[in-house]
């Protein structure tokens, strides 16, 4: 597969950087967990990956399943690696695997914030360590106060910590892509198992700029908002990016009574 040809509507931008490939590998968590990897692409990762640990990965493209077959056919013989080839998020639609996982992979950008979200409200996954987009890794990361702290920073919070291991460049990439990248690092010590609080977090950060109570007038009585708001020694006024994820957790509480 020499000449081959990347995919864009598969985001299909190839890691050639060796030095980030070992960043990657040396940063992993230490633990008996296996690995999933989602688009192991032309196995830049991969190969490292399978020297370390078993591997599951899932890759759409059926060119670079033929591929990966040949390329990986002594591990896969011997079980270390396992290829799934299809479109993970149909996958996903039942339990993606049944063992615990550490989820190591260049994501596919078009569909990373889905499956990092899905991956911490999967109790399978325990940690998730994956090149996206930096913008996006710099909001599964942020903490309240900074102007990017979302609801994904909330729900992040809500089952464990991230962090930005190292931010990388268009060049570490062929083709490039026309944005910086990083790997994020999310190391989850608590299981997401609520859905309405991600419904009263979107909700929270309707319009990121309007107050937290004007956001959360449109289902909810204002007054009692505020009143809310008020107990909790918070200002009326108080911005969606102000409020901290165990503030969330008591507000949302105080909500469902
Ligand atoms: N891991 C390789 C690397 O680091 O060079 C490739 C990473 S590339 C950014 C993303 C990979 O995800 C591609 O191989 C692409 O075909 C695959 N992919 C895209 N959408 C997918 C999906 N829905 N399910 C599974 N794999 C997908």
């Given at each position: 597969m020499e000449n081959v040809v990347a995919k864009k509507q598969f985001g299909q931008n190839f890691l050639k950087d060796d030095g980030v490939l070992h960043k990657i590998i040396q940063s992993m968590p230490k633990n008996n967990n296996k690995i999933v990897e989602i688009g192991p692409g032309l196995g830049d990762l991969t190969k490292y990956l399978v020297d370390i640990k078993s591997v599951e990965a899932f890759e759409v493209d059926t060119d670079l399943c033929q591929y990966l077959n040949k390329t990986f056919e002594k591990e896969i013989n011997t079980k270390r690696f396992t290829l799934n080839c299809g479109d993970v998020l149909e996958a996903w639609k039942s339990e993606l695997v049944d063992y615990e996982y550490d989820m190591v992979a260049n994501l596919p950008y078009y569909i990373a914030t889905n499956i990092i979200l899905k991956a911490l409200a999967d109790t399978n996954c325990k940690n998730i360590m994956v090149m996206v987009q930096l913008e996006v890794a710099q909001k599964f990361a942020a903490l309240v106060?900074?102007?990017?702290?979302?609801s994904l920073g909330v729900i992040t919070q809500s089952v464990g910590e991230a962090s930005i291991v190292v931010k990388v460049p268009p060049e570490s990439f062929d083709p490039a892509p026309k944005v910086d990248s990083a790997v994020l690092f999310i190391q989850k010590s608590s299981n997401r198992d609520d859905k309405g609080f991600e419904e009263f977090l979107k909700l929270s950060f309707t319009q990121p700029r309007k107050t937290f109570a004007k956001n959360l007038s449109s289902e909810y009585d204002k007054s009692l908002v505020l009143e809310i708001l008020e107990n909790l020694e918070l200002k009326p006024t108080i911005r969606p990016h102000e409020i901290s994820t165990p503030l969330y957790q008591q507000i949302y509480k105080k909500l469902q009574k």
């Open positions: 106060g900074e102007k990017v702290f979302s």
